[in-house]
């Protein structure tokens, strides 16, 4: 990734408004900024949230609160805990997260 013509500032993330994306079950309530060619979101996951769909975006994602659960299509999974992360890039590794008691993340893609 190269992060370029970006100049410095700040993020009130409380600021930002939410925006809900609905899964199988639960949604997520996401607050993003668009930095360039950079998305930086904080996401909250609802208890019983369950992604609807396999994602092939790549990401940097940091936990911040709660456990994430992330499943592989090849069925390999993973449990993120706070101040855990996962790195993955574009088309890498499909895959699709839960988040049985809820979490909170912060998203760089």
Not at 95 to 108: C, D, K, Q, Y
Request: with cysteine; proline share 6%; hydrophobic share 40%.
């Amino acid at each position: 990734m190269k992060i370029a013509d970006i100049p410095f500032d700040t993020t009130d993330w409380s600021a930002l408004p939410a925006v809900d994306h609905p899964g199988t079950t639960g949604v997520a309530r996401w607050r993003t900024r668009q930095c360039g060619a950079i998305r930086v979101r904080m996401v909250e996951y609802s208890p019983g949230y369950a992604a609807d769909h396999w994602c092939e975006k790549g990401h940097i994602l940091l936990c911040l609160d709660g456990e994430l659960r992330t499943e592989l299509a090849d069925g390999r999974a993973f449990v993120l805990t706070p101040g855990m992360s996962y790195q993955v890039a574009d088309g890498a590794a499909p895959h699709r997260s839960t988040s049985p008691a809820g979490a909170r993340l912060f998203i760089v893609d």
